[in-house]
C-alpha cells in the first residue's frame, strides 16, 4: 500500500484521543498544571498553576511549585501541563504493566548494593527483560525500558543491556556484578560470559564520566558560590540592576580575563548560567533577572548539583574503575579503606572544595591503572553476540511452542500499529 505524504504512519502506542489527562500516570518529576484552587501558607494558590511531581501516595499527589511551596492535591485535580508528558506517561505505564513479567534479571544497585546505605536508603532494582518474540516483528518500535511509577526499578531490554555493557557502561556493569538474581533461565546465558564485557573501555567510561561529573561539580561550585554573593546583594538591595550586579561580581570575584570590560561580560554570562540552572530546577517562575531578584526574598534550597551524593558518587566510580582496571576481582561494595570518606562525603561532612581535590589526586592513579592493566583492549563482543542470539533464540522457542510464561502462551499482546488521531 502507497502512503502518500499526508497520511504519515504514528509507530507509538495509539494517540491521544482516548486517553484521560486525570488518570495518566504521574511519574515523580512530571510537569503538572493544577484544577482547581488551594488555601497554601494561609495564601490562595489558583488553579492553573504549574508545578512539579514530587511524590505519589494511593489518590494523592504531592507537588511543588516555582516559588519552592508544597501542596498535595488529589489525582483528579491536576493534570500534566504538555500532551506529550501525558503520551509519554502513558506509554510507559502500559510497557510496565504488559512487560514486567517479561524480567530475566534483577539486581539491588545503588548504595545498598556499595555498603554506604543506612536505614532510610532507597532500594533501588536494575535489571533486564527479554521482549515476546510478537512484539520484535511489527511495525511499532516495541519498547526498550521498564520504569517503575517512582523511578526506583529500570530494565533494560536485554540487546539495548548488551550494548551499553560493550561500552562499559558503569550501570550496565554494575547491573551485571553486583549480585544479579536471574529470574529466569535464560539470563544465565548472559552471566556466564560477563567477564567478557570488562576491557580497558572502563577507562573511557567509567572516568571520562567522572572527570565530567568533577568538570560539571567545579563549574556549579563557582555558580553556588556567586548564586550565595549576588542573593545576598539583592537582599540588601533589590533594586539592583543585572549591569550593575555584572560589575560587582567581576570585581569580587577577580574574574579573569584580558580586560576589565571583557571580565564584566564574563560575569555578566556566570548571571546568566545561574539563573538559567535556577529556572531550570523549577526555583525561579523564569528564565531573567527579574525572577532573580524576586527569588532572593524567599529561603532557596541546596543547588541541586552540590547535593553530597553527586560528590561521593563521584570518588566512588573514580575508585570502582582504577581497582577493575588494575584487575581486582569485580566487585561494586566499595573498599574498606574508602568507605570512611564516602560515607563523610555522603553526610555533608567534607567540604565540596576538598572533595574535588581528592578527586583530582585520583586522577594520576586512573591513567596508570590504565598503563598497566590486564584487561584486554575491547571487550569480547563475539561472546556478546552469541549470548544475545541464543536468549532470543529460546524466547523464539517458547513463543512457537506455546509454553506456558509470559514469552508463550501467556505473553501479552503486542500494540497494533495505527494512525494517531
Not at 203 to 217: N, P, T
Request: a negative charge; aromatic letters at 6%.
Amino acid at each position: 500500500m502507497f502512503l502518500g505524504d499526508h497520511c504519515p504512519m504514528a509507530l507509538r502506542l495509539g494517540g491521544l484521543a482516548d486517553l484521560d489527562p486525570t488518570a495518566v500516570p504521574l511519574p515523580a518529576g512530571t510537569e503538572v498544571t493544577t484544577r482547581v484552587d488551594r488555601q497554601i501558607e494561609g495564601e490562595t494558590r489558583q488553579k492553573g498553576a504549574s508545578a512539579r511531581v514530587v511524590g505519589i501516595d494511593g489518590d494523592r499527589v504531592d507537588v511543588v511549585f516555582l516559588d519552592g511551596k508544597r501542596a498535595t492535591y488529589l489525582r483528579v485535580e491536576v493534570v500534566p501541563r504538555k500532551l506529550g508528558v501525558t503520551r509519554y506517561a502513558h506509554r510507559r505505564a502500559a510497557a510496565w504493566e504488559q512487560l514486567r513479567p517479561c524480567v530475566v534479571l534483577d539486581t539491588l544497585v545503588g548504595s545498598r548494593a556499595w555498603g554506604v546505605s543506612h536505614e532510610g536508603s532507597d532500594e533501588d532494582r536494575r535489571g533486564m527483560f527479554a521482549l515476546p518474540f510478537g512484539w520484535t516483528t511489527g511495525l511499532v518500535d516495541p519498547p526498550q525500558d521498564l520504569v517503575s511509577l517512582d523511578g526506583s526499578h529500570t530494565y533494560w531490554e536485554v540487546g539495548k543491556a548488551i550494548r551499553q555493557a560493550l561500552r562499559a557502561d558503569p550501570n550496565t556493569l554494575e547491573m551485571l556484578f553486583a549480585n544479579p538474581e536471574a529470574v529466569d533461565p535464560v539470563a544465565n546465558e548472559l552471566l556466564a560470559i560477563r567477564d567478557g564485557f570488562l576491557s580497558q573501555e572502563i577507562y573511557g567510561s567509567f572516568g571520562r564520566y567522572a572527570l565530567s561529573q568533577l568538570d560539571r561539580l567545579e563549574h556549579n561550585q563557582r555558580l553556588a558560590e556567586h548564586r550565595s554573593t549576588i542573593i545576598g546583594w539583592l537582599r540588601d538591595d533589590p533594586a539592583l540592576e543585572l549591569d550593575a550586579a555584572a560589575e560587582r561580581l567581576a570585581e569580587s570575584a577577580r574574574v579573569e580575563a584580558p580586560s576589565r570590560t571583557d571580565a564584566i561580560a564574563r560575569s555578566r554570562d556566570y548571571i546568566k548560567q545561574l539563573y538559567r540552572s535556577m529556572h531550570d530546577q523549577g526555583l525561579i517562575a523564569a528564565n531573567d533577572w527579574a525572577s532573580l531578584r524576586a527569588a532572593a526574598k524567599t529561603e532557596l534550597a541546596l543547588p541541586r548539583d552540590l547535593r553530597p551524593k553527586n560528590a561521593y558518587n563521584l570518588i566512588r566510580l573514580l575508585d570502582l574503575a582504577i581497582r577493575w582496571l588494575a584487575g581486582e576481582t569485580p566487585n561494586v561494595r566499595v573498599s574498606e579503606a574508602l568507605r570512611p570518606t564516602l560515607l563523610a562525603i555522603k553526610h555533608g561532612e567534607v567540604p565540596t572544595p576538598d572533595v574535588m581535590a581528592l578527586a583530582r589526586e585520583l586522577t594520576p592513579k586512573l591513567e596508570t591503572a590504565r598503563q598497566a592493566s590486564p584487561l584486554p583492549r575491547h571487550p569480547d563482543v563475539v561472546r556478546a553476540d552469541h549470548a544475545l542470539r541464543a536468549i532470543r533464540a529460546e524466547v523464539a522457542r517458547r513463543s512457537v511452542l506455546g509454553e506456558p510464561g509470559p514469552w508463550g502462551a501467556d505473553a501479552p499482546l503486542p500494540p497494533e500499529a495505527r494512525y494517531d488521531d
